[in-house]
């Protein structure tokens, strides 16, 4: 037992503590208790390795704000109808690295991203634009970001509009407001950033992209009963939708 949980330990590169760690165990048939994996983990001497300071990007008010619609109900009960965006910030030997994602609050699927070396407009558009494929127009969907300057733009709110998208913002200068993907950022730095020693933006780029990869795919969890983001929507998908 102790082989298996220093190999799925490895395998997640020290993300995993012991309650996710046990899930694994008994998705492979091995009936054990999560007090037990931690007592094991101790004698193993590993633990899950962890958390953040977030960019702002607020510079006052520079165009349109729109009202607080989400209200922290971060609960959605079908995928693709409350989403958040927000965007952070990495530092790399004096070099800057900017993450700019959407992520579906049912699921926490990163839906669509987009890196770049500048806080710049055109890389929110790129990212509206790859998420704007995965679902049809018109489809009663929230978009919750902060009040940032980049969702304040006239063409940030008519590209929404166009596909039928209500724009949500939360309060000035609160956080708690958009706190699912403030988290997810958490997770992103505590369980990659922190981790390595970078030398280059383009090594992180990589990294990144294939942790992202990961995330939706293997990173399984607890409130998504033991399964990653897309395993859970394929789940729910196949629960809802068997018939039709």
Not at 48 to 61: A, D, E, N, P
Not at 118 to 126: G, Y
Not at 145 to 161: N, T
Not at 217 to 239: D, F, T, V
Request: glycine share 6%.
């Amino acid at each position: 037992m102790k082989q298996l949980i220093f190999k799925i330990y490895h395998y997640h590169k020290g993300r995993f503590g012991y309650r996710r760690i046990t899930l694994e165990i008994n998705k492979k048939g091995f009936l054990i208790n999560h007090k037990t994996v931690l007592k094991l983990m101790r004698e193993l001497g590993i633990k899950s390795l962890i958390r953040v300071k977030r960019y702002k990007s607020y510079k006052g008010q520079v165009g349109e704000t729109a009202p607080n619609i989400l209200k922290r109900n971060f609960k959605a009960l079908k995928p693709n109808k409350k989403w958040a965006t927000d965007i952070t910030e990495f530092k790399v030997l004096g070099n800057k690295l900017y993450l700019s994602p959407i992520i579906d609050l049912f699921n926490g699927e990163i839906i669509s991203y987009e890196l770049s070396e500048t806080p710049n407009f055109k890389q929110v558009v790129s990212m509206l634009k790859k998420s704007f494929k995965k679902v049809p127009n018109h489809t009663n969907l929230i978009l919750h970001s902060d009040q940032g300057w980049q969702y304040q733009m006239k063409q940030y709110r008519r590209l929404l509009k166009e596909k039928g998208i209500t724009q949500s913002m939360s309060r000035k200068g609160n956080c708690l407001d958009n706190a699912v993907i403030e988290s997810f950022f958490g997770i992103l730095k505590s369980e990659l950033f922190y981790l390595n020693k970078y030398n280059s933006v383009s090594l992180l780029k990589k990294d990144i992209k294939e942790y992202i990869n990961y995330y939706n795919n293997e990173r399984i969890k607890l409130k998504l009963k033991g399964m990653s983001p897309i395993e859970y929507r394929a789940h729910y998908y196949q629960i809802n939708y068997k018939f039709v």
